[in-house]
């Protein structure tokens, strides 16, 4: 967990530092610096006319694009994407299930479209809909979150049935609280602890999601900084630049991976019941 | 026996119905008009209208959803708008790469992913646990395109084992088409295996602690009949769950995999579907796979009786 924090620590800095970490402006790039290996020395116009020596550390693209840039920026994206996607899936998935939980009429209605939604795989929900709405990151956040409401609802719903049973809430029932207040006083804390783990999980996904979508044509528009995208740009030419694919492809897959190992550590650490069961 | 079959496939009709319904919404509620994009941009508003009219546009959105629901009991998915064929026949026709790719994952996943898990499960805490739980994380997080081209790199290009891209027919041969078939396989199951393994270890170190396995053990039965006939055929419920589950994961996958390799199969159809917006198209291969989900799940709880005789339906 410590690891997964660390690592995740230095990309939330350099997704923040993106601009001052010896990168060129995202705007510029040259033709005459087209596929450069990786190290390599080649130049830049400004918006002045001027020529720059510039390193492309990871070599360029097909465009003469700096591909260390690109995959700077692009955490930002991912990071970005991940979390919203989290904080949204959460936020309509916590809506969803207490409401499912507390009014047994909504109940049964409510688990079945959630039931409906899981049976359709998560990706083809998210390129269906990023491929009717297109769009910016708006988008595709809510095509990514909306597959993984069902499962946040099914949790929260299920936290719900178990903690309205406890002697705390039928106090507070007995007492005459509102029902809104005993959902955000009483059971809404007591599901914060396995809604976290859940949410890093979402978060993990969602950057995954996106870089597929991205790397499909199908999700943020090409121009973007994604690491989808410089991937998408970098297929074409695989054989004899390689790089172009493999950048992107480390920095993704260490992300998703230091997200999933937080995630377990939270989970081990903040929910042990549920440790022991996988 | 039968009234559970039945009460079980009752069961589903209810999530076939909200997928389809979702389904029907989610493609009907586009901004954009279908009848504007068959006609083509030289078409006049009347031949708009028209088009519109035979597909039956001009109705309220519930009355079309009847018509296309009804349509579809009869294996009528509609008609693409890229294609120009029906789309039930573009999936006929795409489907053998993508269930040649599925079996075979499904068979290589398993085939490592059970053993291992078994062993973990048995070395428990060793450091072959360890590595393997591991590299089961990494397995969950490497991206399948990104370990797609590393092993494209690799096999392909730096060995020259295998062909980069592209699929062959069985028709023409078994040879040529596990040849083309192997590397995508290999690269679709490593989630897969990452999953299937995991839950194999949870499952076998739960029946590992039972009673029946120190009796077998202190009958002199041989560790490896320990194994396999007590210890992982009674671990065998979690594990063929898990395997249905991961359908989902695969039907992802797919869709990666098929675009990287050059597959022609339905994942490849959902990609150019939506890049042409072709909604019909989009529409039937998500229903498809739905359907498949759904079916799969069931087959899987059915199966319980087969692994496990103490469950009777």
Same mark, same amino acid.
């Given at each position: 967990?410590?690891?997964?924090?660390?690592?995740?620590?230095?990309?939330?800095?350099?997704?923040?530092? $993106?601009?001052?970490?010896?990168?060129?402006?995202?705007?510029?790039?040259?033709?005459?610096?087209?596929? &450069?290996?990786?190290?390599?020395?080649?130049?830049?116009?400004?918006?002045?006319?001027?020529?720059?020596?510039?390193?492309?550390?990871?070599?360029?693209?097909?465009?003469?694009?700096?591909?260390?840039?690109?995959?700077?920026?692009?955490?930002? *994206?991912?990071?970005?994407?991940?979390?919203?996607?989290?904080? *949204?899936?959460?936020?309509?998935?916590?809506?969803?299930?207490? =409401?499912?939980?507390?009014?047994?009429?909504? %109940?049964?209605?409510?688990? +079945?479209?959630?039931?409906?939604?899981?049976?359709?795989?998560?990706? &083809?929900?998210?390129?269906?809909?990023?491929?009717?709405?297109?769009? /910016?990151?708006?988008?595709?956040?809510?095509?990514?979150?909306?597959?993984?409401?069902?499962?946040?609802?099914?949790?929260?719903?299920?936290?719900?049935?178990?903690?309205?049973?406890?002697?705390?809430?039928?106090?507070?029932?007995?007492?005459?609280?509102?029902?809104?207040?005993?959902?955000? +006083?009483?059971?809404?804390?007591?599901? *914060?602890?396995?809604?976290?783990?859940?949410?890093?999980?979402?978060?993990?996904?969602?950057?995954?999601?996106?870089?597929?979508?991205?790397?499909?044509?199908?999700?943020?528009?090409?121009?973007?900084?994604?690491?989808?995208?410089?991937?998408?740009?970098?297929?074409?030419?695989?054989?004899?630049?390689?790089?172009?694919?493999?950048?992107?492809?480390?920095?993704?897959? *260490?992300?998703?991976?230091?997200?999933?190992?937080?995630?377990?550590?939270?989970?081990?650490? &903040?929910?042990?019941?549920? $440790?022991?069961?996988? | 026996? =039968?009234?559970?079959?039945?009460?079980?496939?009752?069961?589903?009709?209810? #999530?076939?119905?909200?997928?389809?319904?979702?389904?029907?919404?989610?493609? +009907? @509620?586009?901004?954009?008009?279908?009848?504007?994009?068959?006609?083509?941009?030289?078409?006049?508003?009347?031949?708009?209208?028209?088009?519109?009219?035979?597909?039956?546009?001009?109705?309220?959105?519930?009355?079309?959803? #009847?018509?296309?629901?009804? !349509?579809?009991?009869?294996?009528?998915?509609?008609?693409?708008?890229?294609?120009?064929?029906?789309?039930?026949?573009?999936?006929?026709?795409?489907?053998?790469?993508?269930?040649?790719?599925?079996?075979?994952?499904?068979?290589?996943?398993?085939?490592?992913?059970?053993?291992?898990?078994?062993?973990?499960?048995?070395?428990?805490?060793?450091?072959?646990?360890?590595?393997?739980?591991?590299?089961? #994380?990494?397995?969950?997080?490497?991206?399948?395109?990104?370990?797609?081209?590393? @092993?494209?790199?690799?096999?392909?290009?730096?060995?020259?084992?295998?062909?980069?891209?592209?699929?062959?027919?069985?028709?023409?041969?078994?040879?040529?088409?596990? !040849? !083309?078939?192997?590397?995508?396989?290999?690269?679709?199951?490593?989630?897969?295996?990452?999953?299937?393994?995991?839950?194999?270890?949870?499952?076998?170190?739960?029946?590992?602690?039972? %009673?029946?396995?120190?009796?077998?053990?202190?009958?002199?039965?041989?560790?490896?009949?320990? @194994?396999? +006939?007590?210890?992982?055929?009674?671990?065998?419920?979690?594990?063929?769950?898990?395997?249905?589950?991961?359908?989902?994961?695969?039907? /992802?996958?797919?869709?990666?995999?098929?675009?990287?390799?050059?597959?022609?199969?339905?994942?490849?159809?959902?990609?150019?579907?939506?890049?042409?917006?072709?909604?019909?198209?989009?529409?039937? #291969?998500?229903?498809?796979?739905?359907?498949?989900?759904?079916?799969?799940?069931?087959?899987?709880?059915?199966?319980?009786?087969?692994?496990?005789?103490?469950?009777?339906?």
């Amino acid at each position: 967990m410590r690891i997964g924090g660390t690592v995740l620590a230095v990309l939330v800095v350099v997704a923040l530092l $993106a601009p001052w970490l010896g990168t060129v402006d995202p705007s510029l790039f040259d033709p005459a610096s087209r596929d &450069l290996l990786p190290g390599a020395m080649g130049e830049v116009t400004t918006l002045d006319g001027e020529y720059l020596k510039h390193r492309f550390l990871m070599g360029s693209d097909s465009f003469g694009r700096d591909i260390y840039r690109r995959v700077i920026y692009g955490t930002q *994206v991912s990071l970005i994407v991940g979390i919203a996607t989290a904080l *949204v899936a959460l936020a309509i998935g916590i809506v969803f299930g207490l =409401l499912a939980g507390f009014l047994r009429w909504l %109940d049964g209605p409510l688990m +079945r479209v959630m039931d409906g939604l899981m049976a359709i795989p998560a990706i &083809l929900i998210a390129i269906a809909l990023v491929a009717m709405w297109r769009g /910016g990151v708006l988008t595709v956040v809510i095509a990514i979150a909306i597959p993984e409401i069902p499962r946040v609802t099914r949790l929260v719903r299920s936290l719900v049935l178990t903690i309205r049973e406890e002697p705390y809430v039928e106090a507070a029932i007995s007492l005459g609280t509102p029902t809104w207040k005993i959902m955000g +006083r009483h059971i809404l804390p007591n599901t *914060v602890a396995p809604l976290i783990v859940q949410g890093t999980f979402i978060c993990a996904a969602g950057i995954l999601t996106e870089a597929i979508l991205s790397f499909l044509g199908v999700g943020l528009p090409p121009d973007v900084p994604t690491w989808g995208n410089v991937m998408a740009e970098g297929r074409a030419q695989f054989t004899e630049y390689p790089h172009n694919i493999f950048f992107p492809g480390i920095f993704l897959a *260490v992300t998703v991976l230091a997200v999933n190992i937080l995630g377990d550590g939270l989970r081990d650490t &903040l929910d042990p019941k549920m $440790a022991k069961r996988v | 026996m =039968l009234n559970f079959l039945l009460r079980r496939l009752l069961s589903t009709l209810p #999530v076939l119905v909200v997928v389809a319904v979702l389904v029907f919404l989610m493609l +009907r @509620l586009t901004p954009g008009d279908p009848a504007a994009v068959l006609a083509g941009d030289a078409a006049t508003t009347d031949q708009i209208a028209e088009i519109r009219k035979t597909l039956g546009l001009d109705r309220s959105i519930p009355e079309q959803f #009847v018509v296309w629901a009804g !349509h579809l009991l009869t294996g009528d998915l509609g008609q693409s708008y890229y294609y120009k064929t029906e789309v039930a026949t573009l999936i006929g026709q795409r489907l053998e790469p993508t269930l040649s790719l599925a079996a075979l994952t499904i068979t290589i996943a398993v085939l490592v992913a059970v053993p291992l898990g078994v062993l973990a499960a048995w070395r428990f805490g060793s450091w072959f646990d360890r590595t393997l739980m591991g590299f089961s #994380v990494l397995g969950f997080s490497i991206p399948v395109f990104v370990l797609a081209y590393i @092993l494209i790199w690799l096999v392909s290009l730096k060995l020259g084992w295998l062909p980069v891209q592209g699929y062959k027919r069985l028709a023409d041969g078994a040879g040529p088409w596990i !040849h !083309h078939l192997l590397l995508p396989s290999i690269t679709l199951s490593v989630i897969y295996i990452a999953l299937i393994a995991r839950v194999t270890r949870a499952s076998v170190l739960e029946t590992l602690g039972e %009673d029946y396995i120190r009796t077998a053990r202190a009958k002199g039965l041989p560790e490896r009949l320990v @194994l396999v +006939r007590h210890a992982l055929a009674n671990a065998a419920v979690p594990i063929v769950t898990v395997i249905g589950i991961g359908i989902a994961l695969l039907i /992802g996958g797919v869709v990666v995999t098929e675009s990287v390799y050059a597959i022609p199969g339905l994942g490849r159809l959902t990609v150019d579907a939506v890049l042409a917006r072709d909604f019909p198209t989009i529409q039937g #291969v998500i229903l498809l796979f739905s359907v498949v989900y759904v079916v799969v799940n069931l087959l899987v709880d059915l199966s319980y009786v087969f692994f496990d005789p103490r469950i009777r339906y």
